[in-house]
């Protein structure tokens, strides 16, 4: 069974001068951007229409479970690209249900810009009106992190990079499906246990998700230095840690070879 934190999580973005406190409890929508250098559209336009077909088409693919959908529709200027790409311990019921409510919020946060992003603690959904696919994007990005602090900094940061060190290893390795993996570390001497997990969109080559995941890392004494909790999230990969379970490898079925 997943488990939500009930701390409070601070979230910071680098692209946005607010600051927003939030609960898990309240929402579970972490962010959104709509570029507004890319072009917009009209509500009857070629292409709203072909976004719409695209998108509606990932929430209602039964034949997918594995989380991860990216497809194209149309032709020239009106052509729709779009990228979904869910939790690696979700069920596909729950991730299909993820995908349709990010389309529903995401059409009404950025009504006409042909270029936006969105993320719930379950999934991930972009689309542009040019190719997003096979490309290793880090921005935009942000980042969120515990109000509570660890009693052993040094201590902590080392098992915590040595967990995630292993698990980048491990989602790297993963095939075109599924790049994703999580795991948990104890610290010796305070006994304290952490949880992680790392996900890349399985487009990405080997190098490349762990060239992207560990950029992620590198802003851990930015955004979440002494903290129990933390996560950095881009278009291509996200990493997030706490002291408590999250995540639910139960319901991660084993994908076929």
């Given at each position: 069974m997943e488990m939500s934190p009930s701390k409070l999580l601070f979230y910071l973005?680098?692209?946005?001068?607010?600051?927003?406190?939030?609960?898990?409890?309240?929402?579970?929508?972490?962010?959104?951007?709509?570029?507004?250098?890319?072009?917009?559209?009209?509500?009857?336009?070629d292409f709203k229409s072909n976004l719409d077909r695209l998108i509606s088409s990932f929430s209602s693919d039964t034949n997918i479970d594995y989380g991860f959908y990216t497809g194209t529709i149309g032709e020239n200027i009106d052509k729709a690209y779009a990228i979904s790409l869910c939790r690696g311990d979700k069920k596909p019921e729950t991730c299909r249900d993820c995908i349709k409510t990010s389309s529903q919020m995401l059409s009404q946060l950025c009504p006409n810009q042909k270029e936006a992003y969105i993320w719930y603690?379950?999934?991930?959904?972009?689309?542009?009106?040019?190719?997003?696919?096979?490309?290793?994007?880090?921005?935009?990005?942000?980042?969120?992190?515990?109000?509570?602090?660890?009693t052993d900094e040094k201590e902590f940061s080392e098992v915590l990079n040595a967990l995630l060190g292993r698990l980048i290893n491990s989602a790297a390795s993963g095939d075109s499906r599924r790049k994703f993996a999580a795991g948990n570390a104890t610290a010796e001497s305070s006994r304290q246990t952490m949880y992680a997990l790392v996900q890349?969109?399985?487009?990405?080559?080997?190098?490349?998700?762990?060239?992207?995941?560990?950029?992620?890392?590198?802003?851990?004494?930015?955004?979440?230095?002494?903290?129990?909790?933390?996560?950095?999230?881009?278009p291509s990969c996200h990493f997030r840690y706490e002291k408590d379970p999250f995540y639910d490898l139960a319901s991660t079925s084993p994908l076929p070879p």
């Open positions: 973005s680098p692209f946005f001068s607010h600051l927003l406190v939030l609960t898990m409890a309240q929402t579970n929508l972490l962010e959104h951007f709509c570029i507004q250098n890319h072009g917009n559209f009209s509500a009857n336009s603690d379950d999934c991930m959904l972009r689309y542009a009106n040019h190719s997003i696919f096979n490309s290793m994007e880090f921005g935009p990005y942000f980042w969120a992190y515990s109000l509570f602090n660890v890349c969109t399985p487009d990405l080559t080997q190098p490349q998700c762990s060239d992207c995941l560990n950029q992620a890392i590198k802003l851990i004494p930015t955004c979440c230095s002494k903290r129990q909790g933390g996560r950095v999230v881009s």
